[in-house]
């Protein structure tokens, strides 16, 4: 069995306390290194207590796209409840929270299983958008210097990060001997981050997302040729934009967005922190993307379809990319590549042109104010995210002075683009 031991920590047994699909795939992820997990959730059946717990790890033994259990690693979870056992938190030494991202639903539970935690366990938020510092002010002292925010990446058995925030009194011996378990036994890559709104995977990675659906909105692109736009091919994740939201889950991307919108309103790029209404439609509709086999994309069928809001309904992929743009992709010299985008009036140029631009801009301007240092930043993209390739990263192979120029030049684009989307809101 991994362990992870300081001079007062050892860990033997853990606990993750809610079935969402992060929390089950944490679940997972324990018992396949052999780590006994207790995965608890809400008793809804007396004469089956552990129905919902269980259903997830039949959920999780049963994923068809990836093999997240593997069933002679599933004797490692045990199914719990609330209700009746929350005593055997007692026994366990890493207590992993991964409720829905409700403050109040939060502390609620903390309250609960507050006196079946042991004094030396640690208690982990995964909360992808709360800050930790204010989640840990309403726990007990003790608690509260056990209190830390670990952020894993769906899915979590190929994506290697996990963003750490550990709350102001987490001891350092314990924050050190935590990160080392977790790359050592899992192979994953530990940032530490800074307790700012979305931290800094979520806070770039969504901010990239809303600012290609801003443009796409402009330019009258549809979702799946965005898609074909923003994904592979410019060294990003294959799920792209649209599909990353599939990924995520529509409900965690409208939180996370909610959570810009009120903890970010003096933020310059504040009026591209907006959902679709068509997307708020789908959620609305039980449509949360992967998890639910329906988001933006349906996947139940054979075929890959795609919601069309004029439609209202789904329809066969069109994402195919033009032989040109290829090619002008290709183009060895990174900064005539995008020299090149940037002139091209068509707006799958522009597309490209636009959010990458925004992408810079944007991680150039919130750098320190998200991070200790900017290689975090291309790592948490990198790693968290499925990038080849960070911002910076990218920053470098344009040059800074070429960037500088687009910065100095875009001030005044940006306004006439913002009153043309004013315009196309009022008409």
Known sequence: MPQAQSTNFVINKIAVLGT???????????????????????????????????ESINSLLNFKTDVLLSPEKASYIEPCNYTYELFKLESCDLIVEAISDNYEW????????????????????????????????????????????????????????????PSSTFKEEKFNCLVNYMETNFNKILIKTKDTPNFIAHRIGIFNILSAIYHANILSLPPDVVDSLTGSILQRSNTAVYKTIDLLGIDNFIKLVENMQLSLKDDPWQKMFKVPNWIMDLAYKGRFGIKSKKGIYDYSQKKLLVYD??????????????????????????????????????????????????????????????????????????????????????????????????????????NNLENKLMQIEES
Not at 27 to 44: G, Q, R, Y
Not at 108 to 130: N, P
Not at 388 to 408: N, Q, R, S, V
């Open 20 to 54: 969402s699909f992060i929390g089950a795939q944490i679940a997972a992820l324990f018992a396949e290194n052999c780590v006994p997990t207790l995965l608890f959730d809400s008793l809804i059946d007396e004469k089956n207590p552990n129905l919902l717990a269980q």
């Open 106 to 165: 939060k502390q609620d539970l903390y309250a609960k299983i507050a006196l079946h935690i042991a004094s030396q366990a640690i208690l982990v938020t995964t909360s992808i958008g709360i800050s930790v510092q204010s989640l840990s002010k309403q726990l007990p002292d003790l608690l509260a210097s056990n209190f830390v925010g670990l952020r894993f990446f769906s899915p979590l058995k190929h994506m290697r990060l996990i963003e750490i925030t």
């Open 309 to 414: 809001s004029a439609l209202q309904d789904y329809r066969l992929c069109s994402n195919k990319v033009s032989g040109q743009l290829r090619k002008t992709l290709e183009i060895a010299e990174v900064s005539n590549r995008y020299k090149f985008l940037k002139d091209v009036s068509h707006p799958e140029y522009q597309l490209i042109w636009r959010n990458t631009l925004d992408l810079l801009q944007y991680c150039d301007y919130h750098k320190n104010k998200i991070s200790f240092n900017t290689a975090d930043i291309d790592i948490a993209l990198k790693w968290g995210y499925g990038w080849l390739k960070g911002p910076f990263e990218l920053w470098d192979d344009i040059g800074l002075d070429l960037i500088h120029t687009w910065f100095a030049e875009s001030h005044n684009f940006s």
